[in-house]
């Protein structure tokens, strides 16, 4: 019995044996494969210390990035291109135009044998970079000379070196006569000299000032050389920014242009959740928003990694005035050629213009009705005449095309401010804020937006008129018509506005002050429709003009955000310097351009 008890196992113990060993399987399956098991807490640990990888990364990148801007110093200049090299971020692709197969390829970053940049007046080919979405990354870390799909593209964007400027021989004059019959379009020249690093040393060797005294020099000389104010961020002093190649477009899921009206129908096309920000040529611009709404659609580039690759360092807003300015002069000097008009786009066909289009003809500033890529697109003879380099490389649609916004406005206080300087798809967002009945920029946000200042009777919204008070919209409103023989109010419309054109003199670099004597005021014609006047004693519409042959029309405070370069429809009377002022009520012909500074 002894023996048999040693050896043997009751049916009861065999059953408790069973039950602990499941329970005990059950336990290391749970432990390993459970919720909180093993191999799940050893993937959290993976993905954990992937992600504190790129944090890592991030912080070295955003501390590289503080040291190269926040810092002064030479880092970045190539010595022997003579100019700062393109910055990168991660998701940039440099890249360069094989003509033979009429695609764009991956360039090498070192600048071999100058085959992705060459800032020279020979060659004029400025650097060019494209971004793809997460399904096409490979192509983000491909061989050099690998081509990059049309289809797989989402962004370009162009490289603007840091560099000083001056006005040569044209400083405040203007030219009468239209560019089709005087060629004043390549007349007058801007003199570069690029910039080593984020300092203020030019390639030769000179210290340049970031300012001058305009009262010191007379209407038709030169200005003195100074570091153009684009390359200024905030409190960074940047090597150089990235431009949207073409003006901004989007598309539905179902592949439709947003912002476009289709077939003219009164409503255009909205955004849906799959939409989001790409920069293509031979497309239809994204229109019909507000000005905040375009400033909020080019930040939120920055937050999207999927669709452009590119990590935290990497800041993109809507283009400046100044950024706007700093392309302008650039094309304007032997490192450029001014652009002629993208005329895609016709009265009947208004909602059908297409980015990186060309005229109709080679000696033309008009718009044409009949678009095809072939005769008229970007990499098409007549397309390449749209650009700021006369080839592929260069930026497109400055003139013509979309009028197009620029993150810049009259500090009028109006409420216009706030309430169309804000986005339709994140209300939450305020780049301006009402503090007591008056529109002011939120701080957060300074950097981003250009201010202008207006005069103290604007600023306080009360403006006297022969002893009668007035506001802003009240002077600008077609109620107030002057008597026969009275130009009260127009006079008074005309002096606020020269007040405001006194103040922009004290700006550099935006191709506004610089390139003109006169400017044109927002007042009554006819005594109904209000239009554009040089004169308060005249019923006619008159435009002041630059010597490149473009308008300079200045806003008023109740109309206070600004926009560049016209539309199709303005032909030859567009162009990169042409400046005009809006409401920045949403509108068909307004179309925009992100800005990436790192």
Not at 11 to 39: H, K, P, Q, R, Y
Not at 339 to 362: E, L, Q, R
Not at 465 to 479: F, I, N, R
Request: charged share 25%.
């Amino acid at each position: 019995m002894k023996g048999r008890k040693e050896e043997g196992i009751t049916l009861i113990a065999l059953v408790i044996t069973i039950i602990v060993l499941l329970i005990l399987a059950g336990v290391t399956i749970s432990l390993t494969f459970g919720e909180n098991g093993i191999l799940a807490r050893a993937k959290e640990g993976k993905d954990k210390y992937a992600q504190a990888e790129q944090n890592e990364i991030d912080i070295l990148d955003n501390l590289d990035n503080y040291m190269s801007t926040v810092l002064v110093s030479e880092e970045g200049y190539n010595e022997e291109a003579k100019v700062n090299e393109p910055k990168l971020a991660a998701g940039m692709i440099p890249v360069y135009y094989d003509e033979a197969a009429e695609t764009w390829k991956v360039a090498p970053k070192d600048n071999a044998e100058n085959k992705w940049y060459s800032y020279t007046s020979e060659n004029k080919q400025w650097a060019n970079i494209v971004t793809v979405s997460d399904e096409n990354a490979s192509l983000r870390t491909a061989a050099v000379d690998t081509e990059i799909p049309m289809k797989d593209i989402t962004t370009f964007f162009v490289w603007i070196p840091r560099y000083a400027y001056s006005i040569v021989d044209g400083y405040k004059t203007s030219n009468t006569e239209t560019p089709s019959e005087t060629n004043a379009k390549e007349e007058k020249k801007i003199d570069i000299t690029f910039i080593k690093g984020n300092t203020n040393v030019g390639i030769d060797g000179v210290q340049y000032a970031r300012d001058y005294d305009e009262t010191k020099i007379s209407a038709g000389s030169k200005t003195p050389k100074i570091v153009h104010p684009a390359f200024t961020f905030g409190d960074e002093e940047l090597t150089g920014i990235w431009v949207a190649k073409f003006e901004a477009s989007g598309t539905t899921e179902d592949n439709k242009a947003v912002g476009n009206r289709e077939g003219g129908t009164a409503e255009p096309t909205a955004p849906d959740e799959s939409t989001y920000v790409k920069i293509l040529p031979n497309v239809v611009s994204w229109r019909d928003i507000t000005i905040g709404e375009s400033q909020y659609q080019s930040m939120s580039m920055k937050d999207n990694k999927e669709a452009y690759g590119w990590n935290s360092i990497v800041d993109s807003h809507l283009i400046r005035n100044s950024e706007w300015g700093a392309v302008a002069y650039l094309c304007y000097s032997k490192y450029g050629s001014v652009p002629m008009i993208n005329g895609s786009g016709s009265s009947n066909k208004w909602h059908d213009f297409y980015t990186g289009s060309g005229p109709s003809a080679k000696d033309s500033e008009t718009s044409y009705e009949d678009w095809t890529a072939e005769t008229n697109g970007y990499n098409a003879t007549l397309g390449q005449l749209a650009s700021t380099t006369g080839n592929v490389y260069g930026i497109y649609d400055l003139s013509g095309g979309a009028d197009e916004r620029v993150a810049a406005y009259c500090n009028s206080g109006n409420t216009i401010l706030s309430t169309n300087g804000k986005s339709s798809s994140n209300p939450e967002i305020q780049y301006f804020t009402l503090v007591n009945g008056k529109a002011t920029i939120n701080p957060i946000y300074e950097k981003y937006w250009e201010a202008y200042e207006v005069s103290e009777e604007e600023k306080n919204n009360s403006i006297e008129v022969e002893g009668e008070t007035l506001t802003q919209d009240e002077l600008w409103s077609e109620s107030k018509k002057d008597a026969e023989g009275e130009y009260k109010y127009e006079e008074k419309r005309h002096d606020l506005t020269e007040e405001t054109w006194n103040n922009l003199e004290k700006v550099k670099g935006i191709g506004m002050n610089e390139v003109g004597e006169s400017w044109s005021y927002r007042g009554l014609v006819n005594g109904t429709l209000i239009g554009w006047k040089t004169d308060p004693t005249s019923t006619n519409e008159e435009s002041a003009i630059a010597w490149n042959g473009d308008w300079i029309l200045v806003g008023s405070a109740n109309r206070s955000f600004m926009y560049r370069g016209d539309g199709f429809f303005g032909e030859s009377n567009a162009g990169v310097m042409r400046s005009d002022w809006d409401g920045g009520i949403a509108y068909c012909a307004n179309g925009f351009r992100p800005v990436l500074a790192f």
